[in-house]
């Protein structure tokens, strides 16, 4: 089974709940068929969903290819904000959003206009992909800083992070590619300067918004923290309640955050739930592969380490293997002397 889904499925409760897909392109996490009150939205039509997966340059600068045939129908039109587009409907007991969070251009926003759609104690379901297995594997990691400076100024803000993206992704989405690791370097980014520079300055200057970036690169540890700041600062109404760390020839993580109206009376709670998640991600937090090439390479250093070893005795036999054949050869023209002299 899809893990995206396997992991929903172990936080829905009951199939006949309201559900909320936030862009499920081709790939939605609730099937309709399984829970009939789920709608999908997107900040496009259906038809401009498929004409913008029919080509555009997010697909050419990340290798990624979509059918657009395979597009599922949308529900709702997003029109400005997720608030004013769900005002008059009924709030929701799931919102999912799976690979959608990167895409906001204001990433702090974006979690509270969602809230505004949700019951007390709605879930709110994100899979993220992790930057070291996908097309961001060379990118600088987004973090709290940068989310908070678009926050406070202007979505433009982001330029930076739109530079960034044009200039160090790479055409390639395998995670395989990315945990195997070898000759990681051959992918290293190769896309075109002054492009990317045009991009940063249509947002800098311009204030036109790009289709289809990652603004928000994260490996799974790093969203923790970026949430566990959020929290500190008082900014999220929510409790991370599951997280599921990115596992190994995969590149998405699974976070379930749960809204709560009144978390800023007990905002202490909610930074101890995230320290008891970062603490249970360590130990995934370099894979098992990483952690077998540290182990193999620890008995390389020993094989190395026993041989030196080998070697100095070896070269300690053969200097006293020396001193003695020096000392025989003494003996010998000794004996030789003697000899002469009767």
Known sequence: MDPRRYFFELLISENSKRILELGPLNRPIADKRKYPNTFYCDIRSTEEVKKL??????????????????????????????????????????????????????IISAFLDISTILKPGGLLYLVYPDKRYCFDHFRTSASFRDAYNVFVNDPSENASMVFDF??????????????????????????????????????????????????????DMDFLKFLYDCTRAKLLPFHCVAFHPCMENDQQFMVALQYDPNIQLHPEQALKELVQHMENTIPDYFSSKDIKQGNELEDLKSLINEQNHVIDLQEKALELLEKKVKEQEKIINSLQVNNMKK
């Open 53 to 106: 997966y029919s080509g555009n340059d997010y697909l050419e600068a990340t290798g990624i290819t979509v059918n657009p045939e395979t597009i599922v129908p949308i529900d709702f039109v997003i029109k400005g904000s997720y608030k004013d587009t769900f005002e008059e409907i009924e709030k929701f007991d799931y919102v999912i959003a799976s690979h959608v969070m990167e895409h906001m251009e204001d």
């Open 166 to 219: 044009y200039y160090s992704v790479i055409p390639e989405n395998s995670p395989e590619v990315f945990w195997k690791k070898d000759d990681i370097l051959t992918f290293l980014p190769t896309a075109d300067f002054d492009n990317a520079v045009k991009k940063y300055k249509k947002v800098r200057e311009k204030g036109e918004k790009i289709d289809d970036v990652h603004y928000w690169p994260f490996s």
